[in-house]
């Protein structure tokens, strides 16, 4: 007998954050990630001006929120993911 493969629900990413979505776990199931993007200043001649980047908001796996229980190294490498993603 065939089961139906199982969907999770997670609520719509906010318009205001950049939504990723990576196999970085090598899960069955992808990871959906929620950023919130800043996109710099330029350089001035007062100002040193701030390159790009991006901050995680929301992991969801399977449903679920996980961003707690993600260590620094893996939110900064996801961080980094998708900013060559979404910069290119």
Avoid at 6 to 26: A, G, K, R, S
Avoid at 64 to 76: A, F, G, H, K, R
Wanted: net charge negative.
């Amino acid at each position: 007998m065939k089961t139906k493969p199982q969907t999770f629900e997670i609520p719509v990413c906010p318009h205001n954050l950049h939504e990723y979505t990576t196999d970085y776990f090598q899960l069955d199931d992808d990871v959906e990630c929620w950023f919130e993007i800043d996109h710099g200043e330029p350089q001035s001649w007062d100002h040193p001006g701030e390159p790009e980047s991006m901050s995680l908001c929301n992991a969801w796996l399977r449903g679920v929120d996980i961003m707690s229980m993600l260590t620094d190294l893996q939110i900064s490498t996801l961080e980094e993911y998708a900013m060559e993603s979404y910069y290119g």
